[in-house]
């Protein structure tokens, strides 16, 4: 009992209550999940406060359809006024300026619409090729 006095004396109050690696070890993953999880809700919560100045909610895409495995068409509705826009790799193209946008129009009516007047312009285009 003597020889221990000076080691109860020496040592401190912290190492004789510490907890078994296997608690400590588990209070450490505990952290570390809290502290991942907090990164990844701030990281949501940014991503979702995230705007783009200038757009202001002005450019819409209505509709779209691939005609390739890489190239698609795309129906915007850009400050009241519909575009049809190509997009392949590298490369974005105004096709046809369709005119004022309907806004009381479903988006199904808008994609039926976008379909007869693709259909046209294919039409139009076969006929000035040939």
Do not use: H
């Not at 701030?42 to 202001?56: D, F, H, S, V």
């Amino acid at each position: 009992m003597i020889r221990s006095l000076p080691c109860l004396l020496l040592c401190p109050m912290s190492a004789w209550a510490a907890p078994s690696a296997l608690a400590a070890s588990g209070q450490m993953v505990v952290s570390l999940a809290v502290v991942v999880a907090l990164i990844g809700g701030l990281y949501l919560l940014l991503k979702r406060m995230q705007t783009r100045p200038g757009l202001g909610g002005r450019i819409r895409a209505l509709a779209a359809l691939n005609l390739g495995a890489r190239e698609r068409v795309v129906l915007l509705e850009v400050a009241g006024r519909q575009l049809l826009v190509g997009v392949a790799p590298g490369r974005v193209q105004t096709l046809m300026l369709l005119g004022d946008a309907d806004v009381s129009r479903s988006p199904e009516a808008v994609n039926e619409t976008f379909a007869a007047r693709l259909g046209a312009a294919r039409e139009a285009n076969a006929e000035g090729a040939s």
